[in-house]
Nanobody, 125 residues
Framework: QVQLVESGGGLVQAGDSLRLSCAAS????????MGWFRQAPGKERGFVAA????????YYADSVKGRFTISRDNTKNTVYLQMNSLKPEDTAVYYC??????????????????WGQGTQVTVSS
């Protein structure tokens, strides 16, 4: 069965950087749009970033544009989220997702095909 496994979360200070990874298995990875979402305590899950199958098209939430970068390595079946200049409001559980849509549609389309279990990111002030 398809598995998406996130890693790289942790506790950092404001202004620090983190890189999240999401490794996919049992998935034809190179044919899927991959995305990152996040859910803070007491809030709904929200879109962060997405990247199309070949990495040539990306899409970001306004709140992370210029600070976060999504990338993928199809040879490793892995998608990454480089997070720089982290803020306390970035604190959330970060989820990886895979879907057959485009990055723009992934931002608003639910349900998505596959989800990971999430990794906690905590940013202290």
């Amino acid at each position: 069965q398809v598995q998406l496994v996130e890693s790289g979360g942790g506790l950092v200070q404001a202004g620090d950087s983190l890189r999240l990874s999401c490794a996919a298995s049992e998935l034809t990875f190179s044919t899927y749009t991959m995305g990152w979402f996040r859910q803070a305590p007491g809030k709904e899950r929200g879109f962060v970033a997405a990247i199309n199958w070949n990495g040539f098209s990306t899409y970001y939430a306004d709140s992370v544009k210029g600070r976060f970068t999504i990338s993928r390595d199809n040879t490793k079946n892995t998608v990454y989220l480089q997070m720089n200049s982290l803020k306390p409001e970035d604190t959330a559980v970060y989820y990886c997702a895979a879907d057959g849509s485009t990055p723009q549609r992934m931002a608003v389309l639910t349900p998505l095909d596959y989800w990971g279990q999430g990794t906690q990111v905590t940013v202290s002030s």
